[in-house]
């Protein structure tokens, strides 16, 4: 089994910055990928950004050139650093892991609250 647990959310002003972090636990697994995805009240989870264990980065178009996704291998953490934020990016915050075979694993979400 795999522990997942965010932490780092917060209140800012817009335009200010967040940093989030994610760490994973368990014992004897692989992670293939570890992201971020974010779900706004009343709207669809969407993917915010996800890094390989190769090191590989995809990132939305709405965070691109403000979101920073990193990541500690040996550590089984990654972590968002949260820029130039705006109202819009008002979400719950989800960290996941994905291991060989396509295993998805959660954390509880944490909440990002910008204010105008």
């Known amino acids: 089994q795999v522990q997942v647990v965010e932490s780092g959310g917060g209140l800012v002003e817009a335009g200010g910055s967040l940093r989030l972090s994610c760490a994973a636990s368990?014992?004897?697994?692989?992670?293939?990928?570890m992201g971020w995805y974010r779900q706004a009240p009343g709207k669809q989870r969407e993917l915010v950004a996800t890094?390989?264990?190769?090191?590989?980065?995809n990132y939305a178009n709405f965070v691109k050139g403000r979101f920073t996704i990193s990541s500690d291998n040996a550590k089984n953490t990654v972590y968002l650093q949260m820029n130039s934020l705006k109202p819009d990016d008002t979400a719950v915050y989800y960290c996941?892991?994905?291991?060989?075979?396509?295993?998805?694993?959660w954390g509880q979400g944490t909440q990002v609250t910008v204010s105008s």
């Open positions: 890094v390989t264990n190769g090191g590989r980065k």
């Open positions: 368990g014992s004897g697994f692989n992670i293939n990928a």
């Open positions: 996941y892991v994905e291991r060989p075979g396509g295993y998805l694993y």
